[in-house]
C-alpha cells in the first residue's frame, strides 16, 4: 500500500474521501449523467455505466452545454452525489458546479493528477489544505 | 477579496435576502475560482421555465423550487426583481402550440407559472437560445451571463462582449445582484487564442461550417481558445451560429476567433495575442467527412421526423425554408418542425411563411426545441436535422437512426419521407 | 473600371433588365464618387411603402413607379428578385391599428399593394429603422446598404460592418444587383477619426447620450469621423441608438468610434489611425444645454401629443413604459404612441406589456413614426418626445412647440398633460 | 465682368449653366427643399425661399438622413432640378444625388468654390472637362 500526496489549491472547503473515478476526457452534463441515479451515461465513456454517488471524481475541466452545473445539481438533490472532485484547472462551468455541489473541491495541483490517480483508488480531498491523498490497493 | 461597497450591502443583507443569497453565491464561486474582484453584469439569458431537470426536486411550492435550484438556497427565497436586462432562453414548449409537441394542459400550466413569476421579476419572455435575434446586443466590454453555450461563443468572439459558461445557478444570481466574479473572458487579456486551425477544407455552406464546428470542438483540448485561420469563405451570421453551436456541442470553448472576421482578431498575430499557438493544426475534407459520419448515419433510411431551426431560425432561414415548399405538400409520415423566436415568428407570419410551411405539411413553433422539450416521437424510424448540435444531442436519446445535413437536404427528405442528404 | 465576368454579365443584360438597369445605376454611381471596383453587397434595409415622396410621380402604375423611383429607369422593369438579405424600413403606418393614425382605407390599400411587391421579390416586412433589434446583424467587414441614416453610424461603428449613407435609390439598386462602388467605409482604411470629441459633459442617461450626438452632430464639419473620447459614462445599446440618431439628424457622418467601446476604436490612437487628429473640441456641460435649448421649447406648456420609440424600442424600453403607465391613467387630452418593431410587439403582447400600456391610454406602435407617417395632429398644443432626432425633424413641420425630454420626461407629461421635463 | 476659371473633376457629364445658390452649410434633404415647388424651405437657412429650379447648386456635400438623393430625385421629376451642381468634395449621398438628377456635376476643384462663387454669380459648369467657370455680374 503506497501512499501519494499532491498539493493543490483549495477550492471549496472540507475534508471527504472514496473511491476514485478518473475521467481524463471529463463528463458531459446533459446526456452524460443520470440526475436520478448518479450513473454515468454517457455515450462511449470509458467509464459509461459507473456511479458517482459518494466517489471522488477527478477532471480536467468541464465539457458542453452552460447546464453542466444543474446537472450536478440535480444529483445533489437526489442524494446521489460525488463525495469530492479534483480538478486540473478550473473553468467556469467546474466552478459553479463546485459550488452547488458544496463538496471538497482541489484544484491547481503541481502535479497532473492523471498520472497518479487510478480509478478505483482511494482518495482524500482536502479542501481546506489543498491536498489530494492517493491510497493505492 | 475586493468588494465595492454596494457589493457589501448586497450580501449583508441590506437589500434583502434574496440578493444577499445571489451575493453570496457569487462570492463563493468567485473564491472558488480565485477571482480577486467582481464586476457589473448588465444583461443576462436565463432559463426559465418548467424544465424536466427540476423534476428531482420534489416540492409543488414554486417560491420552494427557484429558491433551491436557481439559487442554492434551500430557505425560500422571493424572485421579485432582477438588477439587469433579462431575457428568457427555451421553456419546454411553444406557448401556443403547446399541444401539437404532446404537451399536457397540466405541463402547459406549470411551465406558465414558471414564467409567470420570472416575468414578474422582470424577464422578458423572448423564449430563444437565439436572443441576438431579438436585440440582445451587449456591446464590446460589456458583461453578459447566459445560460446558452453558444451565446458565449457568439457574444464573446462576434460582438468582444464579456461572458462565461458559467452554469445555470450563476446566471440567475448574477441577474439579481448584478455582479460575476471578475475572471476568464471578462478579462481583456485572457482572451487570446492558443490552438490554431488552419482551414483547408471546404467552407461554403452552413452545413461545411457545422461540420468545422463540430470538428474543431472534438479536437480542441480542454481550457483551449481557438483561432479559425486558414482558407475560408467568409461566413455570415447563420454559418457562424450553426458553427459555435456544434463547437460548444462537442468542446467547452467560449471564445472562437475568426482572423479577420471577428475583431478580437484582424490579424493571426492579433488573435493569438502576439504568442506563438501551442498548436496549429489543419482541418481537412477528411476531418469533415469524419465528423459527417460521426453526427449522422448514412445510407437512404427512412425519416418521419424532421426539426430545423437549431439554433432557433432567423426570418431569412424561415423564408428559406417557405420558399422551398412553397406549392409543395411533404410525406404524410414526416412530422416537420420548425423553430424560431416568438417575435421572429410574428414577423414571418406578417410576411406568409408560417402560412406556406403550413400549407405544405410543416409547422413553424416557438420558444423551444426538441432536445429541451424531449417530445420527440417514440419509435420512430429516422430523424433528420440540419444542425449538428442538434443530431448529436439528441442522438443519445433515441434509438432511431439520426441524420444530419444542409436545411434543402432535410427539406427534400421532408418530401419523399427518406433520408436525401449524404 | 474593373468589372469582375458576373459583374460585366448583370452590366450586359445577360441577368434581366432589372439587374441591368441597377447594374447601369451602380457603375454610374461608382464612376461619380471615382471608384476603382465595386464590392458585394449581402444585408440591405430598403424604404418599402407608399411614401409620400413618391406623390411626385403621377401614375396609377405601380411598376412604373418602382421603375422610376427605385431603379431611376423611366422603362418599366418588374422588380421581381433581390441578390440578398433585405428587410423593409419603416413604411407610412402600422400595418394593424392604421386607422388609429387617421390613415385612409384607400391609403392603406396603396401601402399594401407597394410592400407585396417587396415581399414577393424577397424583403421581409419588418418594418423598421432599427432592423438590428430583429436580427439584421452584419459582421466585421461584411457590406451593407440601409435607407436609414442611424443605421449606417451604427452597424459602421459598433460592429464593424461596412456601408456609405448612400441613398434611396442606391440602395434599391444594391440590393438587386449585390454590388456597391467599393469606396468610403467600404475600405477599412477610410474610416479613421478625425474629429475628437472630449466628453466633459454629464453622460449617463439616455436624454444625455441623446443631447450628446445631437452636439457632435452640430459641431462636425461636413466629412469629418468623429470620435468619442474623454471623461464619459459607459453607454449601452439605448444610449448608442439615441446617440447616433441625433448625430445622423444634425450632421452627416456615417462612422463614430467611441474610445474602448468600438472595436476599431480600442485606443483612441487606433481610432486616429495613428495620425493626429485635425480638430479636438471639448463638450461640455454648456454645450448640451444649448442644443437642449435648441431642440426643446423651455416651460410647462400644454401637451397633446407624445410620441415614444425613435430609433424604434426595444423590449426592455417597452418594458420600462409598461412599468411605468401600469395602474396609471394618462391625461384625455393626451395621444400618447410608443414604437417599435412588429416582431418586438410581439414580445411585448406575450409579456403583457402592450395591455399595460393600452389600459393607461396608450398605444404600442409598430412599422413607422410620426416623422414617416406625417400623420400629426392638426392644432396640437404642444408635442414631446424622447428623442432629439424626432424633435429635431418634427419641429419644421407644425407650429406647436415641441418638447425633448428623458421618457420619464414624456410620461410625466402623458399624466399631467403638461410639459414636466426641463 | 470678370470670369473665373476653377478647375476640378468631372463627376457627372454635360454642360449647363446658370445663376449660383451657394451653400456653405449644404442643405438638408428632408424638410430641406419643397419637392413640388424646389423652394428651400431649410429653417433658418441663408437662403430659405429660393428656389432652386434651373439654379447652380454650389454645395461642400450632403447633410442629414440617407433619402438626400430622394429629395432631389422627386424635385427632377416635379421639373424643378437644379441645372448643375458643384461639390468641393462628394460623399455617398451627394454622388447618388447625381446620379440621380443626371445633370452636370463637378467636384474636387483645385481651389475652393466658397471663396470664389457668390449667390447670383454666372456660372456654368462642365462636367465633361471638370471646369466650373464662373462670370461675376
Ligand atoms: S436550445 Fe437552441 S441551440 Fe439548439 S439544441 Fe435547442 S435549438
Ligand atoms: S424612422 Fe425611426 S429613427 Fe426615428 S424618425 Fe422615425 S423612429
Known amino acids: 500500500m503506497t501512499r501519494i500526496i499532491l498539493q493543490g489549491r483549495g477550492a471549496i472547503k472540507g475534508i471527504a474521501e472514496g473511491r476514485a473515478l478518473v475521467c481524463p476526457e471529463t463528463i458531459m452534463g446533459w446526456n452524460g449523467i443520470d440526475a436520478k441515479t448518479g450513473l454515468i451515461i454517457e455515450k462511449g465513456h470509458p467509464l459509461e455505466g459507473a456511479c458517482i454517488k459518494g466517489a471522488v471524481l477527478i477532471l480536467p475541466g468541464s465539457k458542453g452545454s452552460n447546464g453542466w452545473s444543474m446537472h450536478f445539481h440535480a444529483v445533489k438533490i437526489a442524494q446521489v452525489a460525488p463525495a469530492a472532485m479534483v480538478f486540473t484547472k478550473l473553468d467556469s462551468k467546474a466552478a459553479v458546479a463546485s459550488v452547488v455541489l458544496d463538496i471538497p473541491v482541489v484544484t491547481d495541483l503541481e502535479e497532473d493528477p492523471f498520472a497518479f490517480i487510478k480509478t478505483g483508488n482511494w482518495v482524500k480531498v482536502d479542501g481546506n489544505e489543498g491536498i489530494v491523498e492517493i491510497t493505492e490497493r | 477579496m475586493k468588494l465595492t461597497d454596494d457589493e457589501k450591502r448586497l450580501l449583508d443583507g441590506s437589500e434583502g435576502k434574496l440578493k444577499q443569497k445571489a451575493m453570496e453565491f457569487i462570492v463563493k464561486y468567485a473564491q472558488v475560482l480565485g477571482a480577486e474582484e467582481l464586476c457589473q453584469v448588465t444583461k443576462a439569458t436565463l432559463f426559465c421555465g418548467a424544465h424536466p431537470y427540476l423534476e428531482v ?11 433551491e435550484m436557481c439559487f442554492c438556497s434551500s430557505e425560500k427565497v422571493i424572485l421579485d426583481k432582477m438588477a439587469c436586462y433579462c431575457q428568457s432562453c427555451v421553456s419546454p414548449m411553444d406557448p401556443e402550440k403547446w399541444a401539437h409537441l404532446g404537451v399536457s394542459e397540466e405541463e402547459y400550466q406549470k411551465n406558465q407559472e414558471f414564467l409567470r413569476r420570472y416575468l414578474a421579476a422582470g424577464v422578458h419572455l423572448t423564449g430563444t437560445c437565439a436572443p441576438y435575434l431579438v436585440g440582445f446586443i451587449p456591446l464590446m466590454g460589456e458583461h453578459f451571463v447566459t445560460s446558452e453555450s453558444s451565446v458565449v461563443l457568439i457574444l464573446n468572439s462576434l460582438w468582444g462582449a464579456c461572458g462565461n459558461g458559467d452554469g445555470i445557478e450563476a446566471g440567475f444570481c448574477a441577474a439579481v445582484c448584478g455582479r460575476t466574479p471578475l475572471w476568464g473572458n471578462h478579462i481583456m487579456s485572457n482572451r487570446k487564442g492558443t490552438h490554431v486551425f488552419k482551414i483547408e477544407s471546404r467552407s461554403a455552406s452552413v452545413m461545411d461550417w457545422g461540420l468545422l464546428g463540430y470538428t474543431i470542438g472534438r479536437k480542441l483540448p480542454c481550457h483551449a481558445i481557438p483561432v479559425i485561420d486558414g482558407n475560408f469563405s467568409r461566413p455570415d451570421l447563420h454559418k457562424i451560429k450553426a458553427c459555435y453551436a456544434a463547437m460548444a456541442e462537442t468542446g467547452g470553448p467560449e471564445m472562437c476567433h475568426i482572423v479577420g472576421i471577428t475583431p478580437e482578431a484582424m490579424t493571426l498575430d492579433q488573435a493569438c495575442g502576439g504568442k506563438p499557438p501551442r498548436d496549429v493544426m489543419p482541418i481537412t475534407e477528411e476531418d469533415l467527412d469524419e465528423s459527417l459520419a460521426d453526427v449522422s448515419a448514412g445510407g437512404r433510411g427512412e425519416i418521419d421526423f424532421i426539426s430545423l431551426g437549431c439554433p432557433h431560425y432567423s426570418i431569412e432561414e424561415i423564408r428559406l425554408v417557405a420558399d422551398f415548399l412553397d406549392g409543395k405538400r411533404i410525406s404524410s409520415q414526416v412530422e416537420l418542425q420548425v423553430w424560431t423566436v416568438y417575435g ?12 406556406k410551411i403550413r400549407r405544405a ?17 417514440q419509435g420512430a424510424r429516422g430523424m433528420a436535422f440540419d444542425s449538428a448540435k442538434q443530431a448529436h444531442s439528441i442522438a443519445p436519446i433515441t434509438s432511431a437512426p439520426v441524420y444530419f445535413g444542409s436545411a434543402e437536404d432535410c427539406l427534400k427528405s421532408a418530401l419523399s419521407g427518406k433520408w436525401e442528404g449524404r
Open chain 2, 57 to 67: 426536486f420534489k416540492s409543488e411550492d414554486i417560491d420552494l423550487i427557484i429558491s
Open chain 2, 344 to 355: 421572429i415568428k410574428a414577423i414571418a407570419d406578417l410576411c406568409g411563411y408560417t402560412e
Open chain 2, 361 to 377: 405539411g410543416g409547422v413553424l413553433l416557438t420558444s423551444s426545441c426538441p432536445v429541451t422539450h424531449g417530445k420527440i416521437p
